[in-house]
């Protein structure tokens, strides 16, 4: 069996390259003390003189051009005829000189497997008996060629056996090696992915995901496409591209489009372990002699329902492998539990950052919303507009219908508020009581004004229709304005002021809106009192 590489060539041509220098230097000691049996010492000299030459030529061939197998077999056989031309010079005593042929076994033995080994015993053999012919000398066929054949032969077999033993037991402790050294990279790689997916901020784990297939795990694209809970549609997307990859090759250009069809999300929601698929073609179709592009689907299983699935692949046509589906397996693994423990961390921190009754958000996160917001306005010289919101006689409402009805009128209005900051890209929050505040960033007094207007007649008309359901009256709500850096200079003061204006609305008679800046320090009126 041939084990042998071409990545091992040229190491073991250097070895051989090195051994024939030191054959070529026994033979030069060995012509001196041959004087006392028959011996042509013109053959003799030829041959090293021929060998030195030769060898230099495989030298330069070795350490300056590339070396290939079929060079490795060409000098095994020049070695041999030289040997053989080298032993002729001996006259009688050829068969003594047999075992010489041995340079020749040993350095097929390093080259190439059992076969050729043997097969090199063989030529040898042919050649020595072609040295016993033409030398004319008459000769034992018994002693003289078959006696050193036999030694020739068994000499191979050993050989070529041990080594290729040797050769077998090296190539299992590489192949130990690599996969000790694989598994190490993957529990590394593992590391990363998981300090890597691993945040609590939801965008973050998810951007995280797609980063770590391209830039750790080494893939050319990745999306990942989340479902929407309790159902198997397609809710968002994101996509990474490895970065070290500056230019596109023309081969990326024609590859199809990284997007799932409807059919395929669902189906790979179905899933448990990562698989290939061939990439729905579309319009572009492979080339002649192009493999179609694959694609590997890494279903993401949630302990209740599947989250969603990530897509990523290769390079055109660079085959997929084991080891890339159980490395997108434990990617797998860690993905979903960061995104699980990403979204009860939001559900936790969102519960911890709202109002009980209301679901708009509490106090403490209203106060440093604002100071934010104010902060961010301050550096970029932009306005922020606060809205105080009041419902208007809310005690005598509890007094008289009771408290949980009195609770019902706070949700309706928080309804409210919240399609109102909505449209006007702000936030609500609840104040305290019946009490409640929406921060308008970038708004100017105007435009404050305006929304504060429109909110005030939601708030008549939404809960008037909501309370009706419970057999209930609607209410109405007073609201003061102030605005950043016009009224107030921080968070406190603007609060102060947007109260201050609230409340003139509210001596007016309730149901209007009222601006912080009127000629009696209180509030400005801006709408006349509703019905």
């Given at each position: 069996?041939?084990?042998?590489?071409?990545?091992?060539?040229?190491?073991?041509?250097?070895?051989?390259?090195?051994?024939?220098?030191?054959?070529?230097?026994?033979?030069?000691?060995?012509?001196?003390?041959?004087?006392?049996?028959?011996?042509?010492?013109?053959?003799?000299?030829?041959?090293?003189?021929?060998?030195?030459?030769?060898?230099?030529?495989?030298?330069?061939?070795?350490?300056?051009?590339?070396?290939?197998?079929?060079?490795?077999?060409?000098?095994?056989?020049?070695?041999?005829?030289?040997?053989?031309?080298?032993?002729?010079?001996?006259?009688?005593?050829?068969?003594?000189?047999?075992?010489?042929?041995?340079?020749?076994?040993?350095?097929?033995?390093?080259?190439?497997?059992?076969?050729?080994?043997?097969?090199?015993?063989?030529?040898?053999?042919?050649?020595?008996?072609?040295?016993?012919?033409?030398?004319?000398?008459?000769?034992?066929?018994?002693?003289?060629?078959?006696?050193?054949?036999?030694?020739?032969?068994?000499?191979?077999?050993?050989?070529?056996?041990?080594?290729?033993?040797?050769?077998?037991?090296?190539?299992?402790?590489?192949?130990?090696?690599?996969?000790?050294?694989?598994?190490?990279?993957?529990?590394?790689?593992?590391?990363?992915?998981?300090?890597?997916?691993?945040?609590?901020?939801?965008?973050?784990?998810?951007?995280?995901?797609?980063?770590?297939?391209?830039?750790?795990?080494?893939?050319?694209?990745?999306?990942?496409?989340?479902?929407?809970?309790?159902?198997?549609?397609?809710?968002?997307?994101?996509?990474?591209?490895?970065?070290?990859?500056?230019?596109?090759?023309?081969?990326?250009?024609?590859?199809?489009?990284?997007?799932?069809?409807?059919?395929?999300?669902?189906?790979?929601?179905?899933?448990?372990?990562?698989?290939?698929?061939?990439?729905?073609q579309g319009e572009s179709a492979p080339l002649e002699g192009q493999e179609p592009h694959q694609w590997i689907i890494v279903p993401l299983q949630g302990a209740e329902e599947p989250i969603g699935v990530l897509v990523v692949d290769y390079d055109h046509n660079e085959p997929i492998e084991e080891s890339d589906l159980d490395m997108?397996?434990?990617?797998?693994?860690?993905?979903?539990?960061?995104?699980?423990?990403?979204?009860?961390?939001?559900?936790?921190?969102?519960?911890?950052?709202?109002?009980?009754?209301?679901?708009?958000?509490?106090?403490?996160?209203?106060?440093?919303?604002?100071?934010?917001?104010?902060?961010?306005?301050?550096?970029?010289?932009?306005?922020?507009?606060?809205?105080?919101?009041?419902?208007?006689?809310?005690?005598?409402?509890?007094?008289?219908?009771?408290?949980?009805?009195?609770?019902?009128?706070?949700?309706?209005?928080?309804?409210?508020?919240?399609?109102?900051?909505?449209?006007?890209?702000?936030?609500?929050?609840?104040?305290?009581?019946?009490?409640?505040?929406?921060?308008?960033?970038?708004?100017?007094?105007?435009?404050?004004?305006?929304?504060?207007?429109?909110?005030?007649?939601?708030?008549?008309?939404?809960?008037?229709?909501?309370?009706?359901?419970?057999?209930?009256?609607?209410?109405?709500?007073?609201?003061?304005?102030?605005?950043?850096?016009?009224?107030?200079?921080?968070?406190?003061?603007?609060?102060?002021?947007?109260?201050?204006?609230?409340?003139?609305?509210?001596?007016?008679?309730?149901?209007?809106?009222?601006?912080?800046?009127?000629?009696?320090?209180?509030?400005?009126?801006?709408?006349?009192?509703?019905?």
């Amino acid at each position: 069996m041939n084990l042998i590489s071409y990545k091992d060539i040229s190491e073991i041509e250097k070895d051989i390259f090195l051994l024939r220098w030191i054959a070529i230097i026994g033979g030069i000691f060995l012509i001196p003390i041959a004087d006392d049996v028959q011996m042509n010492s013109l053959v003799a000299w030829t041959v090293v003189l021929v060998g030195i030459l030769y060898n230099a030529l495989v030298g330069y061939i070795l350490f300056r051009r590339s070396y290939s197998i079929s060079l490795s077999y060409v000098t095994s056989i020049i070695d041999a005829i030289l040997l053989s031309v080298y032993i002729s010079a001996y006259g009688s005593l050829m068969n003594e000189y047999a075992p010489i042929y041995l340079f020749s076994l040993l350095t097929a033995a390093m080259r190439f497997g059992f076969i050729e080994t043997v097969l090199m015993g063989l030529v040898d053999c042919l050649l020595y008996g072609a040295v016993l012919l033409v030398s004319g000398r008459p000769f034992s066929p018994t002693s003289q060629f078959l006696a050193p054949c036999a030694l020739v032969l068994l000499a191979a077999t050993l050989l070529g056996y041990f080594a290729h033993r040797v050769r077998r037991w090296q190539l299992d402790k590489e192949l130990k090696e690599k996969r000790l050294e694989r598994k190490v990279n993957e529990l590394s790689i593992l590391q990363e992915v998981s300090s890597a997916v691993h945040s609590l901020r939801s965008g973050d784990v998810l951007c995280n995901i797609v980063d770590v297939s391209t830039r750790v795990l080494g893939f050319n694209r990745a999306a990942l496409f989340l479902a929407k809970p309790k159902s198997q549609e397609l809710e968002e997307s994101f996509f990474s591209v490895r970065s070290s990859r500056p230019h596109r090759s023309p081969l990326e250009a024609l590859l199809p489009p990284f997007q799932l069809t409807e059919e395929m999300f669902a189906t790979a929601l179905k899933r448990t372990k990562p698989f290939t698929v061939t990439a729905p073609q579309g319009e572009s179709a492979p080339l002649e002699g192009q493999e179609p592009h694959q694609w590997i689907i890494v279903p993401l299983q949630g302990a209740e329902e599947p989250i969603g699935v990530l897509v990523v692949d290769y390079d055109h046509n660079e085959p997929i492998e084991e080891s890339d589906l159980d490395m997108l397996a434990g990617l797998a693994s860690s993905a979903v539990l960061a995104i699980e423990n990403s979204r009860l961390h939001n559900r936790v921190q969102r519960m911890a950052n709202l109002d009980g009754l209301t679901d708009l958000f509490n106090h403490r996160y209203f106060q440093e919303s604002l100071r934010q917001k104010l902060s961010t306005a301050k550096e970029l010289s932009q306005t922020v507009s606060l809205l105080m919101v009041e419902v208007d006689k809310f005690k005598k409402y509890n007094d008289t219908y009771g408290h949980q009805q009195g609770d019902l009128v706070l949700k309706s209005v928080a309804q409210a508020l919240a399609k109102g900051a909505r449209q006007w890209e702000g936030m609500a929050a609840r104040y305290g009581g019946d009490e409640f505040v929406i921060i308008l960033p970038k708004a100017d007094k105007e435009e404050a004004a305006e929304a504060a207007e429109q909110i005030c007649r939601w708030i008549e008309e939404m809960t008037a229709v909501e309370l009706s359901k419970h057999n209930l009256p609607g209410v109405t709500a007073s609201l003061g304005v102030a605005t950043f850096p016009v009224d107030a200079g921080d968070a406190s003061s603007l609060i102060d002021a947007a109260d201050q204006a609230m409340y003139s609305a509210k001596r007016k008679g309730g149901n209007r809106v009222c601006q912080f800046g009127a000629p009696d320090v209180v509030g400005a009126e801006t709408n006349a009192k509703r019905g």
